[in-house]
């Protein structure tokens, strides 16, 4: 048996409607999966009737962008429930942030000599929440670079030319947010927010104190060693240890649901650990 607590559809910027990831994840052989899209539950009810045929758990989530301090720290929410609440209520204001954001980078994008527009950007968009992978890819339909991943090395990555900010939430807002809202939280791939582990006891266990349920410890992207270290270190501070391949079909290729790169192995427990810390 195995799961997986992070996966992106069209309904934001994955490649697979909710519906056909989750048929791929039944056909892998997961009993639970997470839709985490950026800042929307817009594909849960998809994935919930395609998973209730399919006899596997969906558990309802997002993924949000919070800053800490001068971190930028990204944020899984499970067991957020589409509907009105405190933090559902939040994810339209930060689309529409999204929306100015994108706006003005096609504008510098033009600027830079690049004839993109919104119709391009539309086009590469399956849902609500759009974002710097839907532009990356009307760049490599316009043939300006080859894949997202180059599309965010020269262009769109923080401190690339055509860069723009965008309004987030504060860790603590965010944490307090989901939880009034009944879910709970995990801080996504801690190897992006500081490549030196030394800076982690301390933040988690600020965070922590602030609500926060989690770390995702199994990730594509940490190297096995780091997977185990922190696992211990969410032990070690009463967190839960979450996993997950961070799957965004063709958009981020050679990660597959529940493995990731072929290496990754996400305890199934993790799943009843979460839904015990809900409050
Ligand atoms: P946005 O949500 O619009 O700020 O775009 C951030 C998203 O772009 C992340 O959640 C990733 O899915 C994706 N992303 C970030 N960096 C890269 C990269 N280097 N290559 C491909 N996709 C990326
Ligand atoms: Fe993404
Ligand atoms: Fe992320
Ligand atoms: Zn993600």
Redesign the pocket.
Known sequence: MAVDLHT?SSAS?GTDSPAQLVRRAAAAGLVAIALTD?DTLSGIGEARSTAAEAELRLISGTEL?VDHDTLKIHLLVYFLEPGEGPLQDRLSELREG?NLRNVEILARLRALGYEIDDADMAAEAGGESV???HI?DALVAKGVVSS??EA??RLL?DGGAAYVE?PRLGAAEAIRLATESGAVTSVAHPYTIDRNAETYPPLFRELKALGLTGLEAYHPEHPPDLRVHLAELAADLGLVPTGGSDY?GT??PGVDLGIGFGDLDIPDTVVTDLEDRRQ
């Open positions: 992106h910027d950026h962008s999204r974002g710097r992978p990356a997202r991943a965010f090395d990555g965008r965004h958009g981020k």
